[in-house]
């Protein structure tokens, strides 16, 4: 027996607002940790080590700015210094953030703030 027009279009609007709450809800998750990061991260708080051919590195960029996330950014192609401390560091890839001196690979707006929480 096949579904009737009426019971598939039930169904469809039901995953339809199903993905619409899902979706609402994971913006408002990543608003809630973008504004608890804002006011945990003093200036000098995050130092992001970056490249010019790294696509985290963009999105972390673009996060801090739409945030009004304070950071520092050093990119190991165009500063010596920075090549010179991220080769230190012995760090696989970029981004590195250094949280309250504490490296972190990667970008994670949880895990920043969970280091920020801490007094990191």
């Given at each position: 027996?096949?579904?009737?027009?009426?019971?598939?279009?039930?169904?469809?609007?039901?995953?339809?607002?199903?993905?619409?709450?899902?979706?609402?809800?994971?913006?408002?998750?990543?608003?809630?940790?973008?504004?608890?990061?804002?006011?945990?991260?003093?200036?000098?708080?995050?130092h992001m080590i970056s490249s010019q051919t790294c696509g985290s590195?963009?999105?972390?960029?673009?996060?801090?700015?739409e945030h009004g996330v304070a950071y520092s950014e050093c990119v190991?192609?165009?500063?010596?210094?920075?090549?010179?401390?991220?080769?230190?560091?012995?760090?696989?890839?970029?981004?590195?953030?250094?949280?309250?001196?504490?490296?972190?690979?990667?970008?994670?707006?949880?895990?920043?703030?969970?280091?920020?929480?801490?007094?990191?």
């Amino acid at each position: 027996m096949r579904p009737s027009k009426s019971a598939l279009a039930g169904l469809v609007a039901l995953v339809l607002g199903v993905s619409a709450a899902s979706q609402w809800w994971a913006g408002r998750h990543q608003q809630s940790v973008a504004e608890e990061v804002a006011a945990l991260a003093a200036p000098g708080d995050i130092h992001m080590i970056s490249s010019q051919t790294c696509g985290s590195c963009i999105l972390a960029r673009r996060w801090f700015t739409e945030h009004g996330v304070a950071y520092s950014e050093c990119v190991i192609e165009q500063d010596a210094v920075c090549r010179a401390d991220f080769e230190a560091r012995r760090a696989p890839g970029t981004p590195l953030l250094v949280v309250r001196g504490q490296p972190q690979l990667g970008f994670s707006p949880e895990r920043l703030r969970d280091t920020l929480k801490l007094g990191g």
